[in-house]
């Protein structure tokens, strides 16, 4: 029974390590803010299953993130200043998925984030390039006033 309790009282500090380094799986809520934890000082990654993340919107002083664009992933770390006050981002993905996160730095490994969104949000390329009614197969040009393709 000694060894028994002995064993469990050595590997819990294990198991908490093995924790604070893994993934977080999170479902999108549009509605809702959600929480996720990351590290104050290493590259966070995030990521949308099945999706790619287009643009980060936040304080951008408070933090530093990197793009990968040809998987629309994003590496994201609090500054030095920022510290471990928590930052407040909203993602926007391809598929126009939105969602607004609170992302609680603290003295830990990097983290992996991947979202999972449950509900499905058409393409704007299955709706003419994101354009309706009468504006479909008009361009933008560089002045913004739409041009027939």
């Known amino acids: 029974m000694h060894k028994r309790i ?9 198991i908490a390590t093995l924790e604070a380094g893994a ?12 929480k996720a934890y990351i590290s ?23 933090y530093e993130a990197q793009t990968e664009e040809s ?7 609090p500054t030095q200043e920022n ?3 928590a930052l407040a981002i909203t993602l926007i993905t391809e598929n126009g998925a939105t969602q607004d996160m609170t992302l609680e730095p603290s003295t830990r ?7 999972k969104n449950s509900v499905a949000v058409s393409s704007p390329s299955q709706h003419g390039g994101g354009f309706s009614g009468q504006g479909v197969g008009m361009m933008p040009t560089a002045y913004g006033m739409g041009q027939r393709a």
């Open 71 to 77: 998987t629309g992933q994003v590496f994201l770390k």
């Open 23 to 34: 993934s977080q799986s999170l479902p999108m809520n549009p509605d809702k803010r959600i």
């Open 6 to 14: 002995t064993f469990v009282v050595a590997i819990l500090p294990l």
């Open 83 to 85: 510290g471990n006050k």
């Open 109 to 115: 490994d990097a983290a992996t984030i991947i979202l």
């Open 40 to 62: 104050n000082d290493s590259m966070n990654r995030l990521a949308v299953a099945n999706d790619r993340i287009t643009q980060v919107f936040g304080d951008s002083e408070t």
